[in-house]
């Protein structure tokens, strides 16, 4: 079963605007992952964030996370087109050895 | 360019046949992992290989059977599928299966059965 739940679940913007998107989870967890997926490939990890922390940045890439309302948010600022594809977002727990939840991920087109 | 290596990267196989998927790694990775994906779905865990011992096996039908002959390499073989196995095949793997760990995906075999 998922323990994520992404929204939206498409999102159509231009290039240069910023996408923002949510995950929600329902269990307790001790971190959380985003996973970006172009059309035909495998999945590509973009940041993990621990259950202690409540933001961070990689590059064009911001994420926070907030366990008391169990969600977490993708933010990509100053998109291209490169980055159309589908985000996922992933939670692991210390009972969860090796197990990743997965959300039903969220789809990006960035337009030039 | 991926660091986990999955070939083929098609196969078409009818209900009978018998074929095997590959993966292969070369970081150093003990924690090897098969997905399944459909389109527009998340992958979906089916084993977990920790120290080159079976340690998670989602309840997947005998048609699939897994291996795993050293650290660096993780087969999948197939047999008797039905034609909702038609799916993408992803391999993972990360340092030790710990849950603190990104895990690193290969480019997948996109499976049809016939």
């Known amino acids: 079963s998922q323990q994520g739940e992404e929204d939206p679940q498409a999102l159509s913007i231009q290039e240069g605007e910023n996408a923002t998107m949510n995950c929600s989870y329902k269990?307790?967890?001790?971190?959380l992952q985003w996973y970006r997926q172009n059309s035909g490939r495998g999945l590509v990890h973009l940041i993990l964030?621990?259950?202690?922390?409540r933001e961070k940045h990689s590059g064009r890439l911001r994420v926070t996370l907030d366990t008391s309302k169990k969600s977490s948010s993708l933010l990509i600022t100053a998109s291209r087109a490169a980055d159309t594809a589908s985000y996922f977002c992933?939670?692991?727990?210390?009972?969860?050895?090796?197990?990743?939840?997965f959300g039903a991920g969220t789809q990006v087109v960035v337009t030039p | 360019d991926t660091e986990v290596t999955q070939t083929p990267k098609h196969l078409v196989m009818g209900m009978t046949n018998k074929k095997s998927l590959k993966c292969e790694q070369h970081?150093?990775?003990?924690?090897m992992y098969w997905y399944k994906q459909k389109a527009k779905k998340p992958p979906e865990l089916m084993f977990v290989?920790?120290?080159?011992?079976?340690?998670i096996n989602e309840s997947v039908p005998s048609r699939f059977s897994p291996e795993c002959p050293n650290s660096s390499l993780l087969n999948l073989h197939l047999h008797a599928l039905q034609p909702e196995d038609s799916a993408l095949y992803l391999c993972?793997?990360?340092?030790?299966?710990?849950?603190?760990?990104?895990?690193?995906f290969g480019d997948g075999t996109r499976l049809s059965i016939l």
């Open positions: 993972a793997s990360s340092q030790d299966g710990h849950w603190d760990q990104p895990q690193h």
């Open positions: 269990t307790s967890i001790n971190n």
């Open positions: 964030i621990r259950s202690n922390e």
């Open positions: 992933a939670t692991g727990t210390t009972d969860s050895w090796g197990k990743l939840q």
């Open positions: 970081m150093g990775h003990r924690a």
């Open positions: 290989y920790s120290y080159e011992k079976l340690s």
